[in-house]
């Protein structure tokens, strides 16, 4: 876990640990399969917290972390695996479920799921976009029409963009005058889903200049704190049955869950609900960490593990301390869970075993959240150097792992790893000046000319931890 940035400093890059690696080996196997193949996903059902929705956010969520704070200038693989998990969230098995619940719960024969209410699909959907377009802002193809073409049939298609989900969003956020939040399952409110849903309006307004949040923020704002949506002591009623039947107490792991998404554009509500958590519900001697409460009481909301379901909430407490800046607090619970959970590994890739694949994702995000982080991805805390300087655009997935990425402006600084032994392998550079000689210290020859596209291709013999290093000759 590391610092925020300081005001005029740019943002800290740190080099992933072979731990760090093996957690995102797992979300990449899951993304970069094919589109249509969904192994290793938790099949349930498509309507609650198991649903492959969930896993595909969170799997989008910790790569794009991954990419701002420890790989800011690879695209590669890593952004490859984004956009496969956008891409996914397309596929009818993800979003077919909407025309059943739509009927049963609203009486309507509605195949499109972003259309009415459903902010579990949209919200969430939207943010993945956001944070993918913020990282890798030269690729615009979500924005052209039809880029997220949902195919119900043969003859039925909804196709939408960023920019009309967006729409969609804010006309259901409108549609109430009593309340700006709008439903996940059929009438059921939840002020989570609609962090993600204002968040994503946020990201698309600063990324193309459109005026789609307007003032919702802040009548969410007002509803949170008359509304009773918050309670005096920081805490949020998990949902409701339309704005005013509540139903279910506040819980620790989805308070967590807010303090993490709602930094952004509430930072203040979001830092008194986390000094609640913090002081009511965690003991922590600068070690050993323990959550009050039964752990028996927590159930794994994406396998409905109610035995052993204590991991969730850990993780989302942890993601929650790490962007606090609380960061000795999140690294021991991410800790805690290698003394409650058997690790398995395949190829290289970790998970815990028994806990869900939303968790274990999740768990990918904790990992690489820092101080501030999602509030500053939200935000576009990216500076220019990142955006104009070189960077590492193609490498072998996964023959070799990037643990470090990042740029100046000017140079490029890579630490690799070999992902499945030693061997040499190729790697393609990007944002080169177009002709200019650039020297290469760790690769076999020792400078690169760049092309008439700013690209050029260096060799590179991995036997363990590698650094290269790129600079204008």
Same mark, same amino acid.
């Given at each position: 876990?590391?610092?925020?940035?300081?005001?005029?400093?740019?943002?800290?890059?740190?080099?992933?640990?072979?731990?760090?690696?093996?957690?995102?080996?797992?979300?990449?196997?899951?993304?970069?399969?094919?589109?249509?193949?969904?192994?290793?996903?938790?099949?349930?059902?498509?309507?609650?917290?198991?649903?492959?929705?969930?896993?595909?956010? +969170?799997?989008?969520?910790? &790569?794009? /972390?991954?990419?701002?704070?420890?790989?800011? *200038? $690879? #695209? @590669?693989? =890593?952004?490859?695996?984004?956009?496969?998990?956008?891409?996914?969230?397309?596929?009818?098995?993800?979003?077919?479920?909407?025309?059943?619940?739509?009927?049963?719960?609203?009486?309507?024969?509605?195949?499109?799921?972003?259309?009415?209410?459903?902010?579990?699909?949209?919200?969430?959907?939207?943010?993945?976009?956001?944070?993918?377009?913020?990282?890798?802002?030269?690729?615009?193809?979500?924005?052209?029409?039809?880029?997220?073409?949902?195919?119900?049939?043969?003859?039925?298609?909804?196709?939408?963009?960023?920019?009309?989900?967006?729409?969609?969003?804010?006309?259901?956020?409108?549609?109430?005058?009593?309340?700006?939040?709008?439903?996940?399952?059929?009438?059921?409110?939840?002020?989570?889903?609609?962090? +993600?849903?204002?968040?994503? &309006?946020? /990201?698309?307004?600063?990324?193309?200049?459109? *005026? $789609? #949040? @307007?003032? =919702?923020?802040?009548?969410?704002?007002?509803?949170?704190?008359?509304?009773?949506?918050?309670?005096?002591?920081?805490?949020?009623?998990?949902?409701?049955?339309?704005?005013?039947?509540?139903?279910?107490?506040?819980?620790?792991?989805?308070?967590?869950?807010?303090?993490?998404?709602?930094?952004?554009?509430?930072?203040?509500?979001?830092?008194?609900?986390?000094?609640?958590?913090?002081?009511?519900?965690?003991?922590?001697?600068?070690?050993?960490?323990?959550?009050?409460?039964?752990?028996?009481?927590?159930?794994?909301?994406?396998?409905?593990?109610?035995?052993?379901?204590?991991?969730?909430?850990?993780?989302?407490?942890?993601?929650?301390?790490?962007?606090?800046?609380?960061?000795?607090?999140?690294?021991?619970?991410?800790?805690?869970?290698?003394?409650?959970?058997?690790?398995?590994?395949?190829?290289? *890739?970790?998970?815990?075993?028994?806990?869900?694949?939303?968790?274990?994702?999740?768990?990918?995000?904790?990992?690489?959240?820092?101080?501030?982080?999602?509030?500053?991805?939200?935000?576009?805390?990216?500076?220019?150097?990142?955006?104009?300087?070189?960077?590492?655009?193609?490498?072998?997935?996964?023959?070799?792992?990037?643990?470090?990425?990042?740029?100046?402006?000017?140079?490029?600084?890579?630490?690799?790893?070999?992902?499945?032994?030693?061997?040499?392998?190729?790697?393609?550079?990007?944002?080169?000046?177009?002709?200019?000689?650039?020297?290469?210290?760790?690769?076999?020859?020792?400078?690169?000319?760049?092309?008439?596209?700013?690209?050029?291709?260096?060799?590179?013999?991995?036997?363990?931890?590698?650094?290269?290093?790129?600079?204008?000759?």
């Amino acid at each position: 876990m590391t610092s925020a940035p300081a005001a005029g400093t740019l943002p800290p890059v740190v080099e992933s640990d072979q731990d760090d690696l093996a957690a995102q080996r797992f979300v990449l196997d899951l993304a970069l399969q094919p589109l249509d193949r969904f192994d290793g996903f938790d099949r349930i059902e498509q309507i609650g917290g198991s649903a492959l929705r969930y896993q595909l956010n +969170f799997i989008a969520y910790a &790569l794009a /972390m991954a990419q701002y704070t420890r790989t800011p *200038a $690879f #695209t @590669g693989y =890593l952004a490859e695996a984004q956009r496969n998990a956008i891409l996914k969230m397309c596929d009818k098995g993800v979003w077919g479920y909407w025309a059943t619940e739509s009927l049963i719960g609203y009486g309507r024969r509605e195949t499109d799921p972003i259309r009415h209410a459903n902010v579990m699909y949209s919200g969430y959907f939207g943010v993945m976009i956001g944070l993918y377009e913020t990282l890798n802002d030269a690729d615009s193809r979500f924005d052209r029409p039809g880029g997220l073409t949902l195919r119900w049939s043969p003859n039925l298609v909804h196709e939408y963009d960023f920019a009309r989900l967006c729409a969609a969003i804010r006309r259901n956020m409108l549609a109430r005058k009593n309340c700006p939040q709008y439903a996940c399952e059929p009438h059921l409110i939840y002020p989570i889903c609609n962090v +993600f849903a204002f968040n994503t &309006l946020v /990201m698309h307004d600063r990324l193309h200049g459109t *005026a $789609f #949040t @307007g003032d =919702l923020v802040d009548r969410i704002r007002h509803s949170y704190l008359h509304d009773g949506w918050r309670l005096r002591n920081g805490r949020f009623i998990p949902g409701r049955l339309g704005p005013s039947i509540t139903i279910s107490r506040p819980v620790l792991g989805y308070d967590a869950g807010m303090v993490a998404w709602l930094n952004a554009m509430m930072p203040d509500l979001a830092r008194d609900t986390w000094t609640t958590l913090r002081d009511r519900f965690v003991d922590f001697d600068g070690q050993q960490v323990r959550l009050r409460g039964s752990s028996r009481a927590r159930v794994d909301l994406g396998n409905y593990n109610v035995i052993n379901g204590d991991g969730m909430t850990r993780i989302f407490v942890a993601t929650a301390a790490a962007e606090m800046g609380d960061s000795d607090l999140a690294a021991a619970l991410v800790r805690s869970m290698h003394d409650r959970y058997r690790v398995e590994e395949r190829n290289g *890739a970790r998970r815990f075993a028994g806990v869900s694949t939303v968790t274990n994702a999740h768990h990918a995000l904790a990992r690489f959240n820092r101080p501030d982080g999602l509030r500053d991805l939200v935000l576009g805390a990216v500076p220019p150097e990142w955006r104009t300087g070189p960077i590492l655009g193609i490498a072998p997935y996964p023959d070799v792992l990037v643990a470090k990425a990042v740029t100046d402006g000017s140079a490029l600084e890579l630490v690799l790893r070999p992902g499945r032994g030693a061997g040499r392998v190729r790697l393609g550079l990007r944002r080169l000046i177009p002709h200019r000689t650039y020297r290469v210290t760790g690769a076999i020859e020792p400078s690169v000319v760049a092309d008439d596209s700013g690209e050029g291709v260096i060799e590179v013999d991995l036997g363990g931890r590698h650094d290269v290093r790129v600079t204008p000759a």
